[in-house]
Nanobody, 125 residues
Framework: VQLQASGGGLVQAGESVRLSCAASVRTGSGYTFGWFRQAPGKEREFVAG????????YYAESVKGRFTISKDNNKNTVFLQMNSLSPEDTAVYYC???????????????????WGQGTQVTVSS
């Protein structure tokens, strides 16, 4: 499985960015997809995910109401729409996938077998 993340860049606080993750597998095939991020000097943390085919996104508290995860199964692409960005959202964002995620462990990066290369999002104040 290959994942290619894109869409990062430099934006100002309050602006929006949409990240894309192109997958080499069918996004409607039962895989769980997640977005994680790693800020400088910090550990990688969960941001958002969509569990298998239930179509329901789940989010870290810090991004709830601002970020939205979605999939285009025709294009095998997973998106992360990020609104109302703040400097605290500055990080490298990674997409991840796995076909074996257990629902109770969906927030853990250890549950994801496949990772994209990361895309940098920088939010200036």
């Amino acid at each position: 499985v290959q994942l290619q993340a894109s869409g990062g860049g430099l934006v100002q606080a309050g602006e929006s960015v949409r990240l894309s993750c192109a997958a080499s597998v069918r996004t409607g095939s039962g895989y769980t997809f997640g977005w994680f991020r790693q800020a400088p000097g910090k550990e990688r943390e969960f941001v958002a995910g969509t569990f298998r085919n239930n179509g329901i996104g789940y989010y870290a508290e810090s991004v709830k109401g601002r970020f939205t995860i979605s999939k285009d199964n025709n294009k095998n692409t997973v998106f992360l729409q990020m609104n109302s960005l703040s400097p605290e959202d500055t990080a490298v964002y990674y997409c991840a996938a796995s076909s074996t995620v257990i629902f109770s462990a969906r927030y853990s990066q250890d549950s994801y077998a496949y990772w994209g290369q990361g895309t940098q999002v920088t939010v200036s104040s």
